[in-house]
T-cell receptor
Framework: GQQLNQSPQSMFIQEGEDVSMNCTSSSIFNTWLWYKQEPGEGPVLLIALYKAGELTSNGRLTAQFGITRKDSFLNISASIPSDVGIYFCAGRGGNAGKSTFGDGTTLTVKP | DSGVTQTPKHLITATGQRVTLRCSPRSGDLSVYWYQQSLDQGLQFLIHYYNGEERAKGNILERFSAQQFPDLHSELNLSSLELGDSALYFC???????????FGEGSWLTVV
């Protein structure tokens, strides 16, 4: 089946620093999605990418759909304490009818 | 608020018992997905329904089953529960294109 490798597994950063995380796969995806999950809550969609090479921003968040369609990255600029959470990438292929999720990147921001 | 509604939010039950988790998708969404998230783990895909029909199956145990009803709500049935079944169970929905899925807040199941 399709597998996603998400890295890093966890990050401990100082408030104000920029953050970068990525997902890679051996499979091609048609859609990349990035979610944030806070404790005890469901994942919330941050950014959706639908085309290879697409670069999309949502406030301080920027994500890109890799041109090979096998990878994507998410950047957070000028991190703040409320950025704390688990960030998941998800790739969606054409036939699977489902999204494959990475294992998540746990972000801790120290004030 | 994603528009996906799950009930109950919390559930505690004993081993060997059976529970049913309920999900109402976003208005107009035909696809419903179920995911399991154990402590400190990622999201494990269980099953996908589209307009009442099963479309894809993931790592769903034989003790678990799901269905989607004509009004598009879905239920996940978990039977012969074991301690290891304790987890957050998420429902998600998407529209016909299915490119973007939206999650509910989850049902937290504790098996004691």
């Amino acid at each position: 089946g399709q597998q996603l490798n998400q890295s890093p597994q966890s990050m401990f950063i100082q408030e104000g620093e920029d953050v970068s995380m990525n997902c890679t796969s051996s499979s091609i995806f048609n859609t990349w999605l990035w979610y944030k999950q806070e404790p005890g809550e469901g994942p919330v969609l941050l950014i959706a990418l639908y085309k290879a090479g697409e670069l999309t921003s949502n406030g301080r968040l920027t994500a890109q759909f890799g041109i090979t369609r096998k990878d994507s990255f998410l950047n957070i600029s000028a991190s703040i304490p409320s950025d704390v959470g688990i960030y998941f990438c998800a790739g969606r292929g054409g036939n699977a009818g489902k999204s494959t999720f990475g294992d998540g990147t746990t972000l801790t921001v120290k004030p | 608020d994603s528009g996906v509604t799950q009930t109950p939010k919390h559930l505690i039950t004993a081993t060997g018992q059976r529970v049913t988790l309920r999900c109402s998708p976003r208005s107009g969404d035909l696809s419903v997905y179920w995911y399991q998230q154990s402590l400190d783990q990622g999201l494990q895909f269980l099953i996908h329904y589209y307009n009442g029909e099963e479309r894809a199956k993931g790592n769903i145990l034989e003790r678990f089953s799901a269905q989607q009803f004509p009004d598009l709500h879905s239920e996940l049935n978990l039977s012969s529960l074991e301690l290891g079944d304790s987890a957050l169970y998420f429902c998600a929905s998407s529209d016909t294109g299915g490119n973007t899925i939206y999650f509910g807040e989850g049902s937290w199941l504790t098996v004691v």
